[in-house]
């Protein structure tokens, strides 16, 4: 059965776990061992149960919010409780947000290929190869759900279980290493900031709420079961790489699973991990086109965009025109700009929605017939977390936001108003 806007509720909680799965484990899976290794040696692991149960804390009253909203958009849902401009620009910040990290980790994936195919990393070949890759991602969202959903549960497992196995074999090999002693506090801070990143982008099942079967429990249940996995896939893989490196590569070695893969097993082995990152990087931004074309698709919906952004594929019941425009957006985001900012700016941006989320539950379509004191002690804590976290992030990182919150400014103010459809 279709909802007024057409779209079907076709994606179930193996749907809604591989969103979000897959919107948070992407391309720093494969660069973060190295950097916590070096910072952090053989306590590196244990920051990721931390910073889970810290990532728990913002996700269990994010997700209850989240299950009072039935309608595809998340944030551009959840911040028009607090006026239809909120709505906008919380929306717009979101969409910004990924439409910059699907180029940035387009970059990465081209990157991967470079290592093989010679040319790659630059001139037309590069250009050509971005634009291929974000084709194929865009006619497979737009050819339906359902065929979106299996190759994103093949690329899941593509990408999933050869890490597994090269960690199970480091540790079986090298032994589980015995943790070390923290750093410093303010450095521990800083390591928390950067392992964070990691576990963002659970909330990327929420965007297709309008689509999921029964969203009140299906998305609670996939983003905090995302927040478990994730944490004990990085705990297991970081473990892994310490057992082997301790104190991280030499200087100059930037592909830590790679070096990694090669200890296993020589050069097959680092092969095998180069084309996992491949399957990774791909389920990530296969992800996230699946997802963030229907932030736009519901603010066309609602008259804030221009309606042709709310039209639907007949034949696929697909959002193809929202689709086709994140499409060029990104392509022209990866192959004209830099992204060395973006993981701070995503994150930063991030925090911002986690935290007008939870703080939207009352004001929510279908609240909860009573949010008892223990709700509001875990909310709480949660925006705390936010705030701590959005306070690390440096000036320029507030000013980058600023500037994109603006733009979005500016298209919502020239945008003729139209009512949203009843």
């Avoid at 690329?155 to 597994?164: D, E, H, Y």
């Avoid at 521990?188 to 297709?208: D, K, M, P, Q, R």
């Avoid at 097993?265 to 997802?291: D, E, K, Q, W, Y």
């Amino acid at each position: 059965m279709s909802d007024k806007h057409g779209l079907p509720r076709r994606i179930g909680i193996g749907g809604a776990l591989l969103l979000a799965f897959n919107g948070a484990i992407g391309a720093s899976i494969f660069a973060l061992p190295a950097t916590l290794a070096a910072d952090f040696g053989t306590s590196a692991p244990w920051l990721f149960p931390l910073v889970g149960i810290a990532s728990l804390l913002i996700a269990v009253p994010f997700s209850r919010s989240v299950a009072a909203f039935p309608e595809s958009g998340g944030p551009a849902t959840y911040g028009r409780v607090f006026g239809r401009l909120a709505g906008f620009e919380l929306g717009w910040i979101y969409y910004v947000a990924r439409a910059t990290a699907f180029a940035a980790n387009l970059n990465v994936l081209v990157s991967y290929f470079a290592r093989w195919w010679t040319g790659a990393d630059g001139g037309a070949i590069r250009v050509g190869l971005m634009l291929a890759l974000v084709a194929g991602f865009a006619a497979i969202n737009i050819s339906g759900v359902r065929s979106a959903m299996r190759v994103l549960g093949g690329l899941t497992l593509l990408k999933t279980v050869p890490l597994l196995l090269a960690a199970l074999g480091a540790l079986v090999i090298a032994g589980v290493p015995t943790p070390g002693p923290l750093p410093p506090v303010n450095e521990v801070e800083t390591g928390v900031l950067i392992v964070f990143y990691a576990f963002v982008g659970f909330e990327n099942a929420t965007v297709t709420a309008g689509e999921t079967k029964e969203p009140n429990r299906t998305l609670p249940r996939a983003l905090l079961g995302t927040i478990g996995t994730v944490a004990l896939l990085y705990f297991f893989v970081q473990l892994a790489f310490v057992a082997v490196f301790p104190f991280g590569l030499e200087s100059g070695q930037d592909a830590p699973l790679l070096a990694l893969g090669a200890w296993l097993i020589g050069p097959v082995g680092a092969l095998v991990i180069g084309v996992t990152a491949i399957f990774s990087t791909a389920g990530n931004l296969h992800s996230n086109m699946a997802a963030t074309p229907r932030v736009t698709f519901a603010m066309a919906e609602r008259g804030e965009l221009p309606g042709w952004l709310a039209k639907v594929n007949r034949r696929f019941d697909t959002p193809a025109a929202s689709i086709l425009f994140f499409a060029g957006l990104i392509a022209v985001l990866a192959i004209s700009g830099s992204f060395v900012w973006l993981a701070v700016v995503s994150t930063l941006a991030r925090m911002i929605i986690y935290s007008v989320t939870i703080l939207a539950l009352p004001r929510a379509p279908q609240p909860p017939e009573r949010i008892g004191a223990s709700h509001w002690l875990i909310a709480a804590i949660g925006v705390l977390i936010c705030v701590l976290v959005a306070a690390q992030a440096d000036r320029t990182a507030w000013l980058t936001l600023a500037v994109l919150s603006g733009a979005g400014l500016l298209l919502y103010f020239f945008t003729p108003k139209r009512s949203s459809a009843s």
